[in-house]
Every structure is written in C-alpha cells, then in structure tokens.
C-alpha cells in the first residue's frame, strides 16, 4: 500500500466541496488514513512550495495557499501517487480531463481545488510536513 498527500485547497473549501471531495477519493477506493484542517501562516506555505521558489507565480501560490483553511489527508491505496495525479485532473482545469477533480471543481490554474503529491520522494516529505509522529 502506498500512501500520497492530498489536500483540498481553499478556493474548494470556501465553496463546501469538502465532502464531495473526499467522496471522490472514497468512490475510488482510497482509504482517508489522516486528515487536519488547517490554516496555515505564508512562511508554511513558502516552505511547502519551495521547489516552486523561483518560479514567477511563487508569490501568488503562496498567498493564496496560506488563504483560508485547507483540508490536509493522506490517502492509501495500491499505487496511490499515480492514481491520485490521475483523479484529480492536469494543473489547468481546462486542460483536465472530464470526471476529473480539477474539470468538475477547479476555477483557474492557480484555484484548481486539489493538491497532491507527485513522486514518492514528495510524498513522503509533504507527509511529514503535516504530521509530525
Ligand atoms: P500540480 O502538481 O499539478 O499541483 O502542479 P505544480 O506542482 O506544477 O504547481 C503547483 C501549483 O502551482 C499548481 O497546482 C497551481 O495551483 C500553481 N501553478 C502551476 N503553474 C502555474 C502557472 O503557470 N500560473 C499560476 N498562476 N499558477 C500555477
């Protein structure tokens, strides 16, 4: 079993598609093994995002990140990293596929409802980012 870091972003909380969310993610067989809701301060958020440091969006993204409240879980499941990215959608909303998380829920590029690990080596990371035991 392999575990990934999902989180539901602002622009989804603020519109109450937390349950629809993580309904997605129980309908395809992924087991919620933690979950925290939290609101995190920029400097979270800069770190989170470091590898997006030098990137030009990096400010925004982390204001934004660091908005409102954010639904933060780890999902297991066989080859859940991979199988999360595909759920939920490409980056841009407009670009995801239909029945995705992204199509179905996301506004913008940078308001696209979901985050989720991409490699095993991020995954683990942004674990322990969340949940420190
Ligand atoms: P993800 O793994 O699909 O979330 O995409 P990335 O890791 O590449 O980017 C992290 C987040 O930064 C994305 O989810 C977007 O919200 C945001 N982002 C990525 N590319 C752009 C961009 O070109 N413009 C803006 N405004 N935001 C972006």
């Not at 997605?24 to 958020?45: G, Q, S």
């Not at 770190?47 to 997006?52: D, E, G, I, L």
């Amino acid at each position: 079993m392999e575990k990934t870091l999902s989180i539901i972003k602002p622009d989804a909380m603020e519109r109450n598609l937390e349950d629809k969310i993580k309904n997605v993610f129980i309908r395809n067989n992924f087991e919620i093994v933690r979950e925290r809701k939290v609101k995190l301060e920029k400097k979270d958020a800069e770190q989170f995002y470091k590898v997006h440091e030098t990137k030009p969006f990096y400010n925004d993204l982390c204001n934004y990140l660091s908005s409102g409240p954010v639904l933060v879980m780890v999902l297991q499941k066989e080859n859940a990293i991979a199988e999360n990215r595909k759920i939920m959608g490409a980056t841009n909303p407009e670009e995801a596929d239909p029945g995705t998380i992204r199509k179905e829920f996301g506004i913008s590029i940078d308001k696209n409802s979901v985050h989720g690990s991409d490699s095993k080596e991020n995954a683990d990371k942004e674990i322990s980012f969340f949940f420190k035991d």
